[in-house]
């Protein structure tokens, strides 16, 4: 042999060799969760005011789901929901519970979730933006609950300010000089997406789960007066809000003034679509998109809260509710998933889903066994188009602010429980959302028998919390 071609027979095995491992290298799994964004406030789900170009690139490349549900209505326990696998009445966060001085009622040690099974099919986990499941130091530590890194805000009460004095880096508190309740400095938003992408850039070269819980558009309605705001500024009519305002007396769950809270707003939400454009222009740039799940969803539908304004952007895109309700608005999300050669692009989906899917989903794509304790149904035949899918007996919603609420959906019918703390004041609410899907015509009179099957299914599906007590008295 000549010496002169060995070099280059090595150079050939080993290009061979970093294709077949490639080829075998398990997908990465990019999980994009808004907060608060309606189902309406993109343009594939039919916003028209707001522009989100890369979101909506998004759905063209892969497929959009038309009935695919959050796990709540409202964040600590949707998100607990998708974390565990397990629907509101069995996940172990069922409301928003505070503790001081910060943080959230902890995931107990006892619970697994996502990112523990895919760290333990050997992925690299990070999530950034916002927690909300215990404190650091606590069970519910995001280090404890399975993620390599963690960067954010760890309490969904300091995430009411954009401009907050601290984030947390896994056990560090970063403080933000600048940041005191009186100056705006650091734009939290910004700081979260360059960790973000520096996550992606660091660990390219082996499988990871990037969890990105933004706290975009949650309120406060705040940014800078950049590019994001000035196309929108002189966009609507406009009345300012009078709000908890930086200064002297300010405190940390407030919501600021805001002197045109509608072009605030869509600036938000095109920020929000602007930071999944460089996410993806990330993985392109490192070859990494074609081995790569991407999936965007929302934690629960629009907000109304600082100067927020729905019913003008239709943010539940004619369904009625809004975050707190279990009516569809409530509930009901955009979903779009991305996966080159495995999901089919432009391609609209109207299987019935839910939070609790997500875990059974991505430990099939990781190769790992789904646990016995979820409540989810795995939905990757339905994303690859291959294998039978399993469809759900029935969806279930509970939520504990307001005197209770609870909520069944099997197939087109859907049944709300209000007031159900207190059984001598509990309503029932029958809707067949295949004929009213803004559940405008309460039907229960004409079709009891239905709605008594549902009641079963609600009473089936609900096992009592000492944490989170749902008090029900109707049978």
């Known amino acids: 042999m000549n010496l002169q071609t060995v070099p280059l027979i090595v ?6 060799i970093i294709s077949a491992t490639a080829q075998q290298r398990k997908p990465n799994i990019v999980f994009i969760l808004t907060d608060d964004l309606g189902i309406g406030d993109i ?8 522009k989100t170009p890369n979101l909506d690139k998004l759905a063209s490349r892969g497929m959009r789901f038309e009935n695919f549900y959050s796990g709540t209505s409202v964040c600590a326990p949707s998100r607990s929901a998708l974390m565990t696998g397990q629907h509101t009445g069995h996940t172990y966060i069922r409301g928003n519970k505070e503790v001081q001085p910060e943080g959230q009622e902890p995931l107990a040690d006892s619970i697994a979730t996502v990112a523990m099974l895919l760290k333990k099919a050997g992925y690299t986990t990070g999530a950034f933006g916002k927690w909300g499941l215990g404190m650091v130091g606590t069970s519910g530590d995001p280090l404890e609950k399975g993620f390599d890194e963690f960067y954010g805000y760890n309490c969904q009460r300091q995430s009411h300010r954009y401009y907050p004095t601290h984030l947390w880096h896994n056990a560090e508190k970063m403080v933000l ?3 005191n309740l009186q100056q705006k400095i650091h734009y939290a938003p910004e700081l979260i997406q360059q960790k973000t992408l520096a996550f992606i850039e660091e660990n390219q070269h082996k499988p990871f789960f990037l969890f990105v819980p933004t706290v975009l558009p949650h309120a406060e309605l705040a940014g800078p007066n950049d590019e994001f705001y ?3 500024s002189a966009s609507f009519p406009e ?6 305002d930086y200064g002297p007396h300010a405190t940390i769950p407030g919501y600021a003034s805001v002197e045109k809270p509608r072009a605030t707003f869509a600036a938000m939400v095109s920020r929000l679509d602007n930071y999944v454009g460089e996410i993806v222009d990330k993985l392109e740039q490192l070859g990494l998109s074609e081995n790569t799940l991407i999936i965007f969803t929302s934690d629960n539908g629009a907000h109304r809260e600082g100067g927020a304004d729905p019913q003008f952007f239709n943010s539940s895109a004619g369904l009625k509710g809004y975050k707190r309700d279990l009516y569809e608005g409530g509930i009901r999300v ?17 299987l019935v889903a839910a939070f609790w899917d997500v875990l059974p989903t991505l430990a099939e794509v990781s190769g790992v066994s789904i646990p016995d304790s979820t409540d989810g149904i795995s939905i990757l035949p339905t994303l690859t188009g291959k294998g039978k899918q399993r ?11 307001d005197g209770g609420r609870q909520a069944v959906r099997s197939s087109d019918w859907k049944l709300v429980r209000l007031k159900v703390k207190d059984g001598s004041q509990t309503i029932e609410e029958l809707y067949n959302l295949k004929n009213d899907p803004a559940e405008r015509d309460n039907i ?3 079709h009891g028998k239905i709605a008594k099957k549902l009641g079963k299914y609600i009473d089936e599906a609900h096992r009592e919390s000492p944490i989170f007590p749902l008090i029900k008295q109707i049978k």
């Open 334 to 350: 955009p979903m779009l998933a991305v996966w080159p050669g495995k999901i089919s692009p432009a391609n609209t989906m109207s």
């Open 391 to 401: 469809k759900h007996r029935y969806l279930y919603w509970e939520f504990h602010e």
């Open 230 to 232: 000035q196309q929108y």
């Open 11 to 16: 150079l050939l095995l080993s290009g061979m």
């Open 43 to 50: 343009g594939s789900y039919g916003q028209e005011k707001i």
């Open 444 to 446: 229960i009179r004409k």
């Open 177 to 179: 000089e600048g940041n």
């Open 239 to 244: 009345t300012a809000h009078k709000g908890n």
